[in-house]
Nanobody, 123 residues
Framework: QVQLVESGGGLVQPGGSLRLSCVAS????????MRWYRQAPGKQRELVAG???????NYADSVKGRFTISRDNAKNTAYLQMNGLKPEDTAVYYC?????????????????WGQGTQVTVSS
């Protein structure tokens, strides 16, 4: 079994910064893809940023130039540095990872989600 644990959320004023972390633990052979999603009240969950194991990055247009995703493969950890935060960034942020692990006695690629961490941007 694999677990993803996020941390780093909180309350911040507009223009402020936060850094989210996501640590994956368990039987892990490889994590080809790690992503951050967010879900605001009454809205659908949306992709914020993603990073592959070879360093390919992608961002939602709404966060380009403000957010930076990175990862430490040795630590099975992904980070989301969020600068210039706006009230519309308020949401629960979820870590998502596509993990090569043991599942049902076989090596498989399985999709996992973290429990989420609240980010609130307000004055």
């Amino acid at each position: 079994q694999v677990q993803l644990v996020e941390s780093g959320g909180g309350l911040v004023q507009p223009g402020g910064s936060l850094r989210l972390s996501c640590v994956a633990s368990g039987i892990i052979f490889k994590i080809p893809d790690m992503r951050w999603y967010r879900q605001a009240p009454g809205k659908q969950r949306e992709l914020v940023a993603g990073v592959t194991s070879d360093g390919t990055l992608n961002y939602a247009d709404s966060v380009k130039g403000r957010f930076t995703i990175s990862r430490d493969n040795a630590k099975n950890t992904a980070y989301l540095q969020m600068n210039g935060l706006k009230p519309e960034d308020t949401a629960v942020y979820y870590c998502n990872a596509f993990v090569a692990t043991m599942f049902g006695g076989m090596r498989r690629n399985v999709n996992y989600w973290g429990q989420g961490t609240q980010v609130t941007v307000s004055s």
